[in-house]
């Protein structure tokens, strides 16, 4: 396999675009595909977590969660406590209080709503532009829409594609964590590239 090693590296700098650190962004996207096949059941209840580190029992979760044990997993990264800390110290920042009529911060739940994580990673400085060109997508891009009626969505984009070109999505939008082919099923509300570690 090591002699593979720089081939298959070479191979995957002929498909991504130039002068970015892409490759570097796989390791969430092999955190967020290996709950596929764990996480199979679809449960938003809210739930008293643990703090830091909180999570739900891994057969279950929703969209955002994960997101939440890619960036866990892939950099030791724990977004229930970024995105806690950041709501402390920014509450009015994040739609907490006019969307869900709160008046605090809560550690248990803020982290698994996609628009919180929408804010924060606004906040953070990953904000692309939306545009609906395959290749502005690279993989561990995060992605959100509107499903319809203002339901939010979150997902994080592979580096596997359709014959087509369109990068598949690693996501969980009703029957556990999937990979699908999505991208451009529903309106984009959010492009997010986290930068490479």
Not at 6 to 19: E, R
Not at 35 to 44: A, E, K
Not at 126 to 149: E, K
Request: proline letters at 8%.
């Amino acid at each position: 396999m090591s002699a593979l090693k720089p081939i298959l590296l070479a191979a995957l700098a002929a498909v991504l675009p130039a002068g970015n650190a892409a490759a570097d962004n796989l390791g969430l996207v092999r955190a967020a595909r290996a709950q596929v096949g764990v996480t199979t059941l679809y449960d938003g209840a809210y739930r008293v977590l643990k703090y830091p580190g909180g999570d739900v029992p891994p057969e279950r979760g929703v969209c955002t969660d994960v997101i939440v044990r890619a960036f866990r997993q892939a950099r030791g990264q724990d977004l229930q406590v970024l995105v806690h800390e950041d709501m402390r110290a920014h509450f009015d920042a994040y739609p907490s209080r006019r969307r869900w009529g709160l008046t605090r911060p809560d550690s248990n739940i803020d982290h698994r709503r996609v628009p919180n994580l929408m804010v924060y990673f606004e906040r953070a400085g990953y904000s692309r532009r939306v545009v609906n060109a395959a290749s502005a997508y690279l993989p561990g891009d995060v992605v959100t829409w509107d499903l319809g009626g203002g339901v939010p969505h979150i997902g994080l984009v592979s580096e596997r594609r359709t014959p087509d070109g369109t990068p598949l999505i690693i996501h969980n939008i009703g029957a556990g964590a999937r990979e699908d082919d999505i991208l451009f099923r529903h309106a984009i509300t959010g492009h997010y590239r986290p930068p490479t570690p």
